[in-house]
C-alpha cells in the first residue's frame, strides 16, 4: 500500500538519482538529463505536493494515517452519524426519532458546542449512544494548525465529555474528513481511532431531500458508515423516513462500537 512515507522516500530516491545522473551526464555527455535537471526536480515536487494534498482529502485510502472508512461486511449492519452537535434544538430532536425507532447512533460532538449542552450530552449517552470526539473549534483552519494544537483540542473535548458522561472517547473524527500529515502527527502513538465514512450523505448541500435519501440508500452495503450532520434540514425533516427505509431493506442499525467491534472509551 502506497502511503505518505513510502511516497516520500520514492519522491527522495528519484531526486538523489536524478541529481546523480545528471553529475554524471554532465562528466560523460553533458546530455539531456543534466541540461534539464532543475525542470524534472521541479515536475518531481510538483507532482509530490499535488498526490499529498490530494491524498489528505481521500481518508480512506489510508495514504496519510490509517483511518477507519467502514466495519466488517459480515451480517447487515450499517452505523449512523451525526457530525458537528450537540445543538440544545436539532440534537433532541433526532434523539426522539431514533428513541422511536430504538436505534443507536454515534454522535460526533465539537467541544467548543459542549457548555450548555451538558445535560443534553448526558441524556445521549444514557439513551445508548456514543459520543465522539470532532476536536474543540472546528475551525476551518483546523487542517493548518500544528500537530501540538490538533492534539490539544482532542484532549479538550475529551476532558470535557469525561467531565459529563465520564467516559473519555476512542474514536475521533477529524473535521471535513481531511486527514493530512499533520492530522497523523497529531494522532500518533495516541489513544484515538480516525473514523470517517463510506457513505457521505452531503446533507449540508443538497437541497433535494429525496435525491439525499436515494443517494444514501443505493450505497447502502454491510458495514457502511454514513454520515450525516445533526444540524441539517434533511436529517430535521427525512431521518425518520431514512431509518425505515435502511430497515425495510433489511439492515440493523448499531452504534459504531458494535459495527467496528472496538471499544468506544477508554477504560
Ligand atoms: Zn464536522
Known sequence: ?????????????????????????KKSTDGFIHDHVTLFCGLLLTVYCGISLAMAFLPCTNFHHPVICHGTPDGKSVALTFDDGPDPIKTPLILEVLRKHDVSATFF??????????????????????AGNHSFSHSGWFDLFSAGRMRSEMMETDRLVNQITGKSPLFFRPPFGVVNPMVSKALKNMHWHAICWNIRSLDTIDRDAQKTSHKILRQLQPGAIILLHDHTLFTQHHLDDLISSIKAKGYGIVPL????????YAL
Open 1 to 25: 500500500m502506497l502511503t505518505f512515507r513510502r511516497f516520500t522516500m520514492i519522491i527522495l530516491i528519484l531526486l538523489v538519482s536524478l541529481n546523480l545522473w545528471s553529475f554524471v551526464s
Open 109 to 130: 460532538l465539537i467541544g467548543k458546542n459542549l457548555a450548555g449542552n451538558e445535560l443534553l450530552v448526558k441524556r445521549l449517552v444514557d439513551d445508548g449512544h456514543l
Open 257 to 264: 462500537d458494535k459495527l467496528l467491534n472496538i471499544p468506544a
